[in-house]
């Protein structure tokens, strides 16, 4: 009887906790990530639409889809700092984190 009742509370207990460490498949580890329509035009050469400069922000990460599609305009700085264009908007930001600085 008490194998049975510390079996029962084990699995209880299990499924109290199996929830909890799923994954959430709603959210990825890359935050900045192109819309999967989005990358799909991008993988297939095709320019992104007029609107995507609004979803980039000072302190945000630049996605490699996007930054594979730069061009480089201002060479590594001291500070580790390029500017980069991509479809008419410079983007100046740090060269190994890709983490935005500026847009104009």
């Known amino acids: 009887m008490k194998y049975l009742l510390t079996s029962l509370l084990i699995i209880y207990l299990n499924s109290m906790i199996s929830p909890a460490l ?3 498949d709603k959210h990825h580890d890359n935050y900045n990530s192109l819309p999967p329509g989005l990358q799909k035009k991008v993988n297939r050469g095709k320019p992104l639409p ?5 979803k980039l922000g000072k302190g945000d990460i630049l996605d490699d ?16 700092a390029i500017t ?3 479809d008419g908007t410079f983007i100046k930001l740090y060269e190994h984190t890709r ?3 500026d847009i104009f």
């Not at 007029?50 to 609004?54: A, L, N, S, V």
């Not at 930054?67 to 001291?78: I, T």
Request: cysteine-free; charged content about 25%; overall charge positive.
């Open 99 to 101: 983490e935005i600085i």
């Open 50 to 54: 007029p609107g995507w400069q609004k």
């Open 84 to 86: 980069i264009n991509v």
């Open 22 to 24: 799923a994954k959430n």
């Open 65 to 80: 889809s996007i930054y594979v599609r730069g061009k480089v305009v201002v060479p590594l700085g001291r500070d580790g």
